[in-house]
């Protein structure tokens, strides 16, 4: 593994404050008490949570039932129903406490009690009956952060229809080719969207991802959140008002079996089209609901807001389904972290008197650049724990974020994950001393290991492929309708069950885990997972465009910046002209994908660096990305001149 080397030579230790030390609920001795309990008995350890923390329509008898390996199911012969779980068990002690509290991009404030989203999503759930949606079918939901998102969601799960949402960042392409994967029923948009002061169209992308083909999209259900007329389809289109009126606010929820798919979500793979990661029931709600509790210490007296899209993962483990699982107050924030100035996250923060917050690296560091100014304008001293997802944190936004916004008190609490694993594996509960830059230990029941490219474990200070050696209740169940890409991309190993990650990490000598970055051809850029075959796939259906190569190159703010190499099928055009053709190809990647996945920067070129082989030498470009020199040996290219046109480009 000699591209796997470690440059962080961090050395500090924050240990935990008197004061945090004596307020959470999983103290030193609790933790141990797990640990011990989860090695001598992983499937009893988690058998006894599910049992102690869910609450069930018919009680599990079997643990694991590993005998279908890789396919892993967990607490099978159990029925649960999961927004039973989140609102209705909170009801009868909870009722008029906040279960969200909405604060939309121009301010606007509006909050749910437990009883109030009951209601809601009880009305919503007879909607979705009443237009034909049943236990198993697949509901696409397209919305922004608006807790109509949630209430979606949370009625899916009540009637057991899967849902799969998409970003709203997404293009309609992108969106189509989701659609279609999942071979959805129905869709749940919004006319608009509103962000940084402005509003942004959703349900044209809709009607275009539905224009050709989708055949099984019968209904499009749209929410009114912004002003604008858009035209709504005879037969096909309904107002979300409309459909919901003289709907009953109660609604028995479907018992389903523990195994029963709770969502798909699409994420992006080193090759070929975006996978529909499934999840499962009772094991996604489970560890779903113990991270919101372990990591956040989530209780009454919280306001807990992550500022993650419903989008993405870290959206439906950390907003829709685990705080409400737990019982807790969230929050929800519609806008962007700038306007209307760089001061509104703290601006929520203190209106709100949130206590735990939780964000990404790549906001930090935008934030960051503002300077301490900003934050010190507002009243932070409610919050009393921080967390960090979706990218290694550097030492220097951990720092700042430690220090201008936790006050030097807040753990940070920086948490590795995927969209995969559900929730939370390796990261720090409140009580555990902290080094800027690592996410600390696996949970208790999540044993991780770093093996060699032979599968052999490392020892500590060695770099490798990060694996998890046992299944755990939330871990991905399938690929949806691509059964041998699981198995593929996640167990390859031969010897060994090994659930295989594709980060590479290592382990210093307290046993620490400090994580790498990807070893596969995926892009991290601002905490969103890009695959470089789709950004390629999406230059190549330009009509100029012969042929493509993307790569990942160092960023300040967004962690990991596009940088595409791309070959003409006319000639390489100069001046205004190549300007022009630059703007027009990355507008198309944002049509094809969504803007999230344009380039930064594109050179052209009359080759891509091959091997004899035909193979593309990512490692060059790489370096020229990085506007390094090159130091490799070029020898084996087919032709090395082609090197010296990429690098004349800045
Ligand atoms: C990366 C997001 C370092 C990692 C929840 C992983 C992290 C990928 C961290 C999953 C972290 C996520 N430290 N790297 N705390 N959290 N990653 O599926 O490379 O969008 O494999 O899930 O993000 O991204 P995904």
């Known amino acids: ?138 509901v696409i939901i397209y919305m922004p952060m608006i807790p109509q998102a949630v209430i979606a ?23 189509r080719d989701r659609i279609e994967n999942a071979n959805a029923k129905l869709v749940i948009t919004t006319n608009g969207s509103r962000r940084g002061g402005k509003t942004i169209p959703l349900k044209g992308a809709v009607d275009a991802a539905l224009e050709k083909g989708c055949d099984h999209v019968k209904k499009v259900i749209v929410y009114r959140r912004t002003d604008d007329e858009v035209e709504m389809k005879e037969g096909r289109d309904i107002d979300w008002m409309d459909a919901e009126a003289g709907m009953s606010n109660y609604h028995e929820p479907v018992p389903v079996n523990a195994e029963h798919p709770l969502f798909l979500l699409y994420t992006s793979g080193s090759t070929g089209t975006p996978k529909g990661v499934q999840h499962s029931t009772g094991g996604y709600l489970l560890n779903a609901h113990l991270t919101n509790e372990w ?17 993405w993962i870290t959206g439906h483990t950390y907003v829709a389904y685990g705080p409400l699982s737990v019982g807790a107050t969230m ?20 209106d709100h008197g949130v206590t735990v917050f939780y964000t990404a690296p790549t906001a930090i560091r935008a934030l960051m650049k503002f300077g301490a100014d900003l934050p010190e304008k507002y009243d932070l001293s409610k919050l009393r724990l921080l967390g960090t997802v979706g990218e290694p944190i550097n030492p220097e936004a951990w720092m700042w974020y430690h220090e201008v916004i936790g006050r030097g008190e807040c753990p940070i609490i920086d948490t590795w994950w995927q969209t995969e694993t559900g929730a939370h594996m390796i990261a720090p509960f409140p009580i555990t001393p902290l080094k ?73 000598k307290d046993g620490y885990f400090w994580i790498l970055g990807r070893v596969d051809d995926v892009l991290n850029v601002s905490g969103h997972r890009l695959g470089t075959m789709e950004i390629e796939s999406a230059l190549v259906s330009h009509e100029k465009v012969a042929e493509a190569a993307i790569v990942g190159r160092p960023h300040d703010i967004k962690g990991e910046a596009v940088s595409a190499f791309v070959v003409l099928n006319v000639d390489i055009p100069n001046g205004d002209e190549r300007t022009a053709l630059v703007a027009e190809l990355r507008e198309h990647v944002a049509k094809e994908i969504g803007p999230i996945a344009k380039p930064d920067d594109i050179r052209f070129g009359t080759n891509l660096p091959k091997t004899r082989s035909g193979k593309i030498m990512r490692r060059l470009l790489r370096t020229i990305a990085k506007g390094e020199e090159i130091t490799q040996d070029t020898s084996t290219l087919e032709d090395p001149s082609i090197l010296e046109q990429f690098q004349q480009q800045k």
């Open 295 to 311: 990591m956040f210490d989530l209780n009454d007296n919280d306001v807990f807001w992550c500022t993650a899209d419903v989008g």
């Open 153 to 175: 969601m949370q009625a899916c799960a009540r009637i057991g229809a899967i849902h799969s949402v998409v970003f709203g960042g997404f293009s309609a392409e992108a969106l």
């Open 436 to 508: 800027p830059g690592s996410c600390t230990k696996p949970l208790p029941g999540i044993e991780a290991a770093i093996l060699d490219e032979e599968g052999n474990e490392l020892g500590l200070g060695e770099g490798g492929l990060l694996v998890i050696k046992k299944p755990w209740p939330s871990m991905i169940r399938n690929v949806w309708g691509d059964e041998e890409r699981y198995k593929s991309t996640y167990f390859p190993l031969q010897d060994v069950p090994y659930y295989v990650v594709g980060d590479s990490a290592y382990q210093d």
């Open 1 to 138: 593994m000699s591209n796997i080397e470690s440059i962080l030579t961090e050395t500090r230790i924050f240990e935990p404050t008197e004061k945090v030390k004596n307020s959470v609920a999983i103290t030193e001795a609790v933790l141990a008490e797990m640990h011990k309990k989860a090695s001598e008995d992983h499937v009893g350890f988690w058998s006894d949570l599910a049992k102690e923390k869910l609450e069930w329509s018919k009680p599990f008898t079997v643990g694991l039932d590993d005998s279908k390996a890789p396919h892993y199911e967990w607490f099978t012969d159990g029925e649960i129903n999961v927004s039973y779980n989140c609102i209705d068990r909170h009801l009868e002690t909870k009722s008029d406490k906040a279960a969200i509290i909405f604060e939309g991009d121009l301010g606007d404030v509006q909050t749910y009690t437990y009883k109030e989203l009951h209601d809601q999503v009880c009305r919503f759930a007879n909607t979705l009956t009443a237009q034909g949606v049943e236990k198993g079918d697949r």
């Open 331 to 350: 929050l929800m924030f519609e806008g962007v972290p700038t306007y209307p100035d760089a001061g509104r996250f703290w601006q929520v923060c203190q």
